[in-house]
Nanobody, 119 residues
């Protein structure tokens, strides 16, 4: 299984970015996809989760500003980030829970994409 995260970059406060996480390889199903972030000197924190049902959860710090979604046909998850703040600056990681066969499931870390919010 390979994960390719993209979409990070430098954006001004109040701006927007959309991150993507594409999975490839032997994938039978994707049960849930999480986005985590890790700011310099801080622990990695869970930002958002989208489940196979389409249900979502968000950290309080991003509710109303971030939207997580998935395209099962493309095996890709997205994190749309609006009204970005300097405190959103971090490396963002996708962390899907997926199965390579009906009974072989695991979680995988993507390589991370850097988001910098600064004027």
């Amino acid at each position: 299984v390979q994960l390719q995260a993209s979409g990070g970059g430098l954006v001004q406060p109040g701006g927007s970015l959309k991150l993507s996480c594409a999975a490839s390889g032997s994938i039978f199903s994707i049960r849930a996809v999480n986005w985590y972030r890790q700011a310099p000197g801080k622990q990695r924190e869970l930002v958002a989760t989208v489940y196979n049902s389409g249900g979502t959860n968000y950290a309080n710090s991003v509710k109303g500003r971030f939207t997580i979604s998935r395209d099962n046909a493309k095996k890709t998850a997205y994190l749309e980030m609006n009204s970005l703040k300097p405190e959103d600056t971090a490396v963002y990681y996708c962390y899907p829970d997926l199965c390579s066969s009906r009974y072989a499931c695991s979680t995988y870390w993507g390589q991370g994409t850097l988001v910098t919010v600064s004027s």
